[in-house]
C-alpha cells in the first residue's frame, strides 16, 4: 500500500476536485483551500452548491 493513502485530503470550492496534503503546505494546512495557483487565480468563480443539480438553460428548449 503505497504511503500516501494516509495522506488528508480536502475539496478545492473552484474546480471541485479532491486534493491531498503536500510537504510545502506542512505549515499552513489548515489554511489551504485551492488545489492549485489558477484555482485560486479563479477563486471568485467558485462552484456553486451541487446539491442543487447542474443548472439547465432554458434559452434551448424555448427556441423549439
Known amino acids: 500500500m503505497p504511503h ?3 495522506r488528508p485530503t480536502k475539496t478545492c470550492p473552484v474546480c471541485g476536485r479532491p486534493f491531498q496534503w503536500r510537504r510545502k503546505w506542512k ?3 489548515e489554511d489551504v483551500r485551492y488545489c492549485s495557483e489558477r484555482c485560486r487565480r479563479h477563486r471568485n468563480r467558485a462552484r456553486p452548491d ?3 443539480g447542474p443548472q439547465i438553460s432554458n434559452s434551448a428548449t424555448s427556441a423549439a
Open 50 to 52: 451541487t446539491s442543487e
Open 4 to 6: 500516501h493513502a494516509d
Open 27 to 29: 505549515d499552513n494546512w
